[in-house]
């Protein structure tokens, strides 16, 4: 490994806690992105710097700028907001951005095309409904993400506080995103940010972390830096399996980069030993993963570099005490449970499909009115839909009468239930070719294939990415596509269905005719050839990819 520092560290060392000049950056009037230095700043407060990239070649021509807008993360680890908060979200995106709110596969919010002017109103605005981005994007911890449906388990509620605990704990020290963004007001004593976690330099990428309860894996455990597997027993929660190194996103072309899922290094049986572990996983990424290269600076390259028990030996050197045998555990299910569901309280829970997670006009107005009843709380799904949760047996009918009333009941297929995908085109600039905006048509061109082979009610995962970083989870996917260029994508096969066992490349750079093909052919077989039980992505794991 070099020892030069890739450019963003040197920016990050010298940024006086994530400043840098992002409030002069704020007073250029002559361009609607931020200073150069500061676009890896803001990162770090929760946004990207975005531009339409349907309108660039028609602005280069007329010799503008490009028309660049800023995309806002929240920072709702588990997912959960009550009725008031979604209001306040509802008018902030009224007012500010597109108007459309995107629910993102890390279980949180995103809004989109807001202006660099409206920057600071908009975070006010959320600072004033008790929500913030800190820490939502940047080199830092992520948005936890928790199983979302209190069903899951009566323990829901308790495994759920882990993930607030969690996130609390990995903060940053810095009060910059409150001096930029809120109260435009130094911080009077700068000793009080000193950050033992993240020092002056941060990590060396991002880290993301999602904590399961089976037999649910719908946070895609796995594919985390760090995840965590509930254990109960009786009733009772008894600890966490602890997994580390997963990752999906790779790099076209270079071989030193992969997908990984996470592996177990064992059991943790008490809330203090698991927040100290979490810790401590992080501090050992600060100081060994890659400072040089950012392709090869996740976790997952940090402990293969370094070998799965040489990490676990550090770790327990750090943490003070060792790991227990992992326990058994087993994940039956990954989609979310749509429609209504009570749970051991006796309190309702209405699923909504959120096709990509991008809210319908007339599903957020849905929503508002429930909202405005304040009858329920609202739960984003880590597959990018929601759930109106903790509805009484008096108010349900309330909640019954405005899905009747905006329709809310569609006939979608399984399979498009089963998709995700990411933003990609226009605003993503790593995009290589469509997702949210091509899925819903692919999987229109699909479902009558599903149909000939009385296929309709299989559980099929399919989801895509613009690119090969893997934002959308694809894979670990049934059907995984990965743009390589416009109307292009590598076809991924072999993914189980639960998140145990990544894709692996079946053929590349096909065109939609010939991905159709492929399906046709692939769902032939499956009927004709398929063992008792056994579903797409182990038949096709066992076809292709398996030496037996």
């Not at 660049?68 to 009550?82: N, V």
């Not at 108007?99 to 600071?120: D, E, F, P, S």
């Not at 994007?137 to 936890?144: A, Q």
């Not at 323990?155 to 020290?173: D, R, W």
């Amino acid at each position: 490994m070099s020892n030069k520092l890739s450019p963003l560290e040197t920016i990050k060392t010298g940024s006086d806690g994530l400043r840098g000049t992002i409030k002069e950056s704020l007073k250029d009037n002559f361009t609607g992105n931020v200073r150069p230095d500061d676009e890896g700043l803001v990162k770090f407060h929760g946004m990207y710097v975005q531009d339409d990239r349907d309108r660039r070649v028609e602005r280069a021509a007329k010799k503008l700028d490009k028309l660049y807008s800023f995309m806002i993360r929240l920072r709702i680890p588990g997912g959960a907001i009550d009725s008031k908060k979604w209001l306040a979200i509802h008018e902030i995106s009224e007012q500010y951005g597109t108007g459309v709110l995107k629910i993102t596969t890390r279980q949180t919010l995103q809004l989109h095309g807001v202006l660099k002017n409206q920057l600071q109103p908009t975070l006010q605005a959320f600072n004033l409904a008790k929500l913030d981005s800190i820490a939502a994007c940047g080199d830092v911890n992520r948005n936890v993400m928790v199983s979302a449906h209190p069903k899951v388990s009566p323990l829901h509620q308790e495994i759920y506080e882990y993930g607030n605990k969690i996130s609390t704990l990995l903060l940053p020290k810095t009060q910059s995103y409150y001096e930029v963004w809120i109260d435009d007001e130094k911080v009077y004593e700068r000793s009080k940010e000193a950050d033992p976690l993240y020092e002056d330099r941060y990590l060396p990428r991002k880290f993301k972390i999602a904590i399961a309860i089976p037999p649910s894996n719908d946070v895609d455990v796995f594919s985390n830096d760090l995840g965590l597997i509930a254990h109960i027993e009786d009733n009772e929660l008894k600890g966490f399996n602890v997994a580390v190194g997963g990752g999906l996103s790779a790099t076209f072309g270079n071989p030193n980069t992969y997908s990984r899922l996470g592996t177990v290094l064992g059991f943790l049986d008490s809330e203090e030993k698991i927040l100290k572990a979490t810790y401590e996983v992080l501090t050992i990424q600060r100081d060994f993963g890659n400072r040089s290269d950012r392709k090869q600076a996740r976790l997952k390259y940090t402990i293969d570099k370094m070998g799965v028990e040489n990490f676990k030996k550090e770790l327990e050197k750090r943490i003070g005490f060792e790991f227990l045998p992992a326990k058994e555990y087993k994940f039956t299910e990954r989609s979310d449970l749509y429609g209504w569901q009570q749970n051991h309280e006796g309190k309702w829970f209405y699923t909504l499909f959120v096709e990509n997670g991008g809210v319908k006009s007339y599903q957020k107005e849905f929503l508002h009115q429930v909202a405005q009843l304040d009858i329920s709380n609202f739960i984003f799904t880590c597959n990018q839909n929601l759930i109106l949760g903790e509805i009484s047996e008096a108010n349900k009918s309330k909640v019954e009468n405005l899905i009747e009333k905006f329709a809310i009941e569609k006939q979608d297929s399984v399979l498009r239930k089963n998709s995700m995908a990411c933003v990609a085109l226009p605003t993503c600039p790593l995009a290589l070719a469509e997702a949210q905006r091509y899925l819903p048509k692919l999987v229109s061109k699909i479902e009558p294939l599903l149909e000939k082979y009385g296929l309709q009610e299989e559980e099929v995962s399919i989801r895509m990415t613009g690119c090969p970083n893997g934002c959308g989870r694809s894979y670990v996917s049934e059907l995984g596509f990965i743009g390589t260029a416009p109307e292009q994508y590598n076809f991924m096969l072999g993914g189980d269905r639960y998140g145990e066992r990544l894709n692996q490349l079946y053929k590349e750079k096909l065109s939609e005719s010939e991905i159709l093909t492929e399906i046709d052919s692939l769902f032939s077989q499956y009927v004709n050839e398929r063992k008792p039980n056994e579903n797409f992505g182990d038949f096709s794991y066992r076809k292709f990819f398996s030496a037996n």
